[in-house]
């Protein structure tokens, strides 16, 4: 879909970079995926533009590697304090063209976890499957939702799921890869922590896959290669998702470039070390990728529109969104941006939720479901800002780095594709 030229000088004028959904997308990872394992038809979204047909020609099973909040410019960060030694061979390779290609691509749009790990699991966009925020008005429960567990947003714990009596499969809108792939004999396993086993995400969007959890980080490596090793789908062909989210936590509580970042990257890459130390027969593809990347922000600048009572007078729903991208309901929008360019004058850039629709930003498909769960003025802070939106257990949250926005730094991220 083109982006209006009137839109797209705003965007860059802004310095926001929009998802790309036609090859070069976090979309077209897990539409890769699809076409590895031969399920994809003309309603799937394209594979990966860029990727070397000598990677992908010939691959039966593919592994992707989901490295929660490791951006693009966070990995060459990393890279360059020399603490990813295993991923750096793999670049320097990718570098001199030698079985390896590194790929910078978007994620989706919001750069979210709960969006983009639903568009990892099912080859859609968010405005498809419906997960399209962290915090996000669902019309279904009467309330602003996390989405990760699918439970109250102003209480840390709990999913309206933990009623029996509610399915989570009534509330999933598309069909996953582990169920098609199912229906067509492919084998697919998750190497996730073990606590994810019985949460909304797993049992919304992959249930029809096996989980090899590990209770340990440092278990993710084994689990991973026992796979590699043993191979049990036999004669199938076989997806494996590996999910490792240490360096996000790390980021949003110590910044982008800290430290505590490092630490967990580097416990990464070793554990990609040893899950792949043994020589492969060459016929399983691995993509190393991100669900996004974090924007430094100062906490002591941090814009707590959820306490602004003049604000919440405008609104219809409660605030949802995410810290750097606010859904705002609101009957009010004249209203709306009148009191934000007043009340916080340059500390926003905002945009019309049917203008971002219409454009393509949140994907393809029935506009219905994400007209109801965004906000009619989406509110991005600039700079170094984020917003509060939902206070937690009564908390406002303060972060150091943050995401859900379309600066480079959120949306950018890598995909580092090899033969194993």
């Known amino acids: 879909m083109t982006i209006p030229a009137a839109l797209a000088q705003r965007l860059q004028d802004e310095d926001l970079r929009p998802p790309d959904h036609g090859g070069g997308g976090l979309l077209n990872v897990a539409a890769t995926v699809l076409d590895v394992l031969g399920l994809r038809d003309a309603d799937d979204p394209p594979p990966l533009a860029e990727l070397d047909p000598a990677l992908r020609d010939g691959a039966r099973d593919v592994v992707v590697v989901l490295a929660d909040g490791l951006g693009w410019d966070q990995l060459h960060r990393l890279r360059a304090r020399g603490e990813l030694p ?20 978007t994620t989706i749009f919001p750069s979210t976890t709960a969006a983009a790990i639903t568009t990892v699991n099912t ?9 399209i925020a962290y915090f ?23 999913s309206f799921f933990d009623d029996p009596a509610i399915d989570p499969r009534r ?14 004999g492919a084998r697919t396993y998750l190497v996730e922590p073990e606590i994810y086993r019985n949460e909304a995400m797993t049992r919304m969007h992959a249930s029809e896959a096996e989980l090899r959890g590990y209770r340990l980080p440092s278990s993710f490596s084994v689990r991973l ?23 996000d936590p790390a980021a949003h509580e110590y910044g982008p470039g800290s430290r505590e970042e490092a630490a967990e990257a580097a416990a990464l890459d070793l554990a990609l070390s040893r899950a792949f130390a043994a020589e492969g027969d060459g016929r399983t593809l691995v993509l190393l990728t991100a669900d996004h990347g974090h924007a430094l922000v ?40 009148r009191h934000l360019d007043e009340r ?20 393809r498909g029935d506009t219905a479901l994400v007209r109801s769960r965004v906000g009619e003025v989406c509110a991005f802070p600039r700079g170094d800002r984020g917003a509060t939106v939902v206070r937690v257990d009564g908390q406002v949250v303060l972060h150091r780095g943050s995401h859900g926005g ?7 991220i890598p995909v580092l594709a090899w033969r194993v």
């Not at 996000?136 to 709990?158: C, D, H, I, N, Y």
């Not at 509330?171 to 067509?184: C, G, M, P, Y």
């Not at 290669?225 to 240490?246: F, H, K, N, S």
């Open 225 to 247: 290669a026992e796979l590699l090793d043993e191979r049990p789908w036999g004669a199938a062909a076989a997806y494996i998702y590996a999910y490792w989210g240490g360096v």
């Open 298 to 337: 100062d906490p002591d600048r941090l814009i707590d529109l959820e306490g602004d009572a003049e604000l919440r007078a405008l609104l219809r729903n409660p605030l949802a969104g995410e810290p750097r991208c606010v859904f705002i309901h609101t009957d009010r929008s004249d209203e709306v941006r």
């Open 406 to 412: 379309m600066s480079p730094a959120e949306m950018l």
């Open 171 to 184: 509330f999933t809108k598309v069909r996953s890869i582990h169920a098609r792939a199912r229906e067509a």
């Open 136 to 158: 996000t008005w669902l019309e279904e429960f009467g309330a602003v939702t996390q989405l990760l567990r699918w439970g109250p947003a102003v209480q840390k714990r709990g």
């Open 344 to 363: 916080y004058p340059g500390a926003f850039a905002l945009f019309d939720r049917d203008e971002l629709i219409a454009a393509g930003m949140f994907g």
């Open 123 to 131: 080859a859609r966009t968010p405005q498809e499957h419906g997960n």
């Open 86 to 105: 295993f991923i750096g061979s793999l670049m320097a390779r990718a570098a001199r063209a030698d079985r390896s290609q590194l790929m910078r691509a």
